[in-house]
């Protein structure tokens, strides 16, 4: 036998050796809801896209049921930027007037959001798992309030509010729609939701990702939430990345300082979104190549995962 023939034989058993090895995993999560938070840079890169893509539907051909949330930051910077409209920013959050919201709405609903469902839907054309694009004025699906943020005068000290325009807080999520998809038994859908909701009046409001996925994950009471970032997971002081950790120990890296800048909002969200019912959320690289299956489906995982206790 050539060495080529061996070495290929050999990846065979090990592949087959790996698969056997994720039973257990894969039991657990059979038929199981799975939020997954998508964005970062690496959303620009085809074919960091087209791996997610696939990865995506490797998990729902292994009976879980993917919900996927998008953002889309640097797309609706870089749009912005070929307008010649600039952007201001208040703790992370873009401001958002109405020009800008127009923009943000055509990126994310329009162009963000329907290459992810594409590209779910041309790696699962064998099976026929299909990404379906969803915006959450699909349906009733995200309800939302103008977000208020307060900042205060370094040199008064007093606290002034700060409008942001047309960026919204989630007040209601109605996951119908939703859930009629993943619970469909003739067809495999994938729901792709852009962060985009409507007010009581009506309007039209840009929503933080992250947020979004949250308020997802928490209605449909699921499994794990997945933040897939530019980042490994959270550092500890000691600057190593803490594998598990509970809300009270999550709180405490905020309060010491121990987690600053970016991080402090992915905390948050992952707090708000166990305390909402989701059993455990996961912050992980979303760059490594099938950081998702790593992390569901082998005993060490792949970021930090946040529980309740």
Same mark, same amino acid.
């Given at each position: 036998?050539?060495?080529?023939?061996?070495?290929?034989?050999?990846?065979?058993?090990?592949?087959?050796?790996?698969?056997?090895?994720? +039973?257990?995993?894969?039991?657990?999560?059979?038929?199981?809801?799975?939020?997954?938070?998508?964005?970062?840079?690496?959303?620009?890169?085809?074919?960091?896209?087209?791996?997610?893509?696939?990865?995506?539907?490797?998990?729902? +051909?292994?009976?879980?049921?993917?919900?996927?949330?998008?953002?889309?930051?640097?797309?609706?910077?870089?749009?912005?930027?070929?307008?010649?409209?600039?952007?201001?920013?208040?703790?992370?959050?873009?401001?958002?007037?109405?020009?800008?919201?127009?923009?943000?709405?055509?990126?994310?609903? #329009?162009?963000?959001?329907?290459?992810?469902?594409?590209?779910?839907?041309?790696?699962?054309?064998?099976?026929?798992?299909?990404?379906?694009?969803?915006? #959450?004025?699909?349906? #009733? =699906?995200?309800?939302?309030?103008?977000?208020?943020?307060?900042?205060?005068?370094?040199?008064?000290?007093?606290?002034?509010?700060?409008?942001?325009?047309?960026?919204?807080?989630?007040?209601?999520?109605?996951?119908?729609?939703?859930?009629?998809?993943?619970?469909?038994?003739?067809?495999?859908?994938?729901?792709?939701?852009?962060?985009?909701?409507?007010?009581?009046?009506?309007?039209?409001?840009?929503?933080?990702?992250?947020?979004?996925?949250?308020?997802?994950?928490?209605?449909?009471?699921?499994?794990?939430?997945?933040?897939?970032?530019?980042?490994?997971?959270?550092?500890?002081?000691?600057?190593?990345?803490?594998?598990?950790?509970? =809300?009270?120990?999550?709180?405490? =890296?905020?309060?010491?300082?121990?987690?600053?800048?970016?991080?402090?909002?992915?905390?948050?969200?992952?707090?708000?979104?166990?305390?909402?019912?989701?059993?455990?959320?996961?912050?992980?690289?979303?760059?490594?190549?099938?950081?998702?299956?790593?992390?569901?489906?082998?005993?060490?995982?792949?970021?930090?995962?946040?529980?309740?206790?």
């Amino acid at each position: 036998m050539q060495e080529t023939e061996r070495q290929s034989e050999e990846r065979s058993w090990e592949t087959a050796k790996t698969l056997a090895e994720a +039973l257990p995993y894969i039991q657990v999560y059979d038929r199981e809801t799975v939020v997954i938070k998508y964005g970062g840079h690496a959303m620009g890169e085809s074919t960091v896209a087209k791996q997610f893509a696939a990865d995506v539907v490797l998990l729902k +051909l292994m009976g879980v049921n993917p919900v996927v949330v998008h953002g889309g930051g640097p797309q609706i910077s870089a749009m912005l930027d070929k307008a010649g409209v600039k952007s201001a920013f208040v703790d992370g959050l873009r401001v958002t007037d109405k020009d800008t919201m127009q923009v943000a709405e055509m990126v994310l609903s #329009g162009a963000v959001n329907k290459e992810i469902a594409h590209w779910i839907t041309v790696a699962g054309k064998e099976a026929d798992v299909r990404g379906v694009g969803l915006s #959450g004025k699909d349906a #009733g =699906l995200l309800t939302v309030e103008k977000t208020k943020r307060t900042k205060r005068d370094p040199d008064s000290m007093i606290e002034h509010e700060v409008d942001l325009g047309f960026v919204g807080e989630p007040t209601r999520v109605d996951p119908k729609l939703i859930k009629g998809l993943i619970a469909s038994e003739t067809e495999d859908w994938v729901p792709v939701i852009a962060p985009i909701g409507v007010a009581e009046d009506g309007m039209t409001y840009n929503v933080n990702a992250d947020t979004v996925a949250g308020a997802v994950a928490g209605s449909l009471g699921a499994k794990r939430m997945l933040l897939l970032t530019d980042v490994a997971g959270v550092k500890g002081a000691d600057g190593e990345i803490i594998r598990q950790m509970n =809300l009270e120990e999550a709180q405490a =890296l905020i309060d010491t300082g121990v987690a600053n800048g970016g991080m402090i909002p992915k905390l948050e969200t992952a707090m708000a979104a166990v305390r909402a019912g989701v059993e455990a959320v996961v912050i992980l690289d979303g760059r490594r190549p099938h950081a998702m299956l790593v992390e569901l489906f082998t005993e060490f995982g792949a970021g930090t995962l946040v529980k309740a206790k």
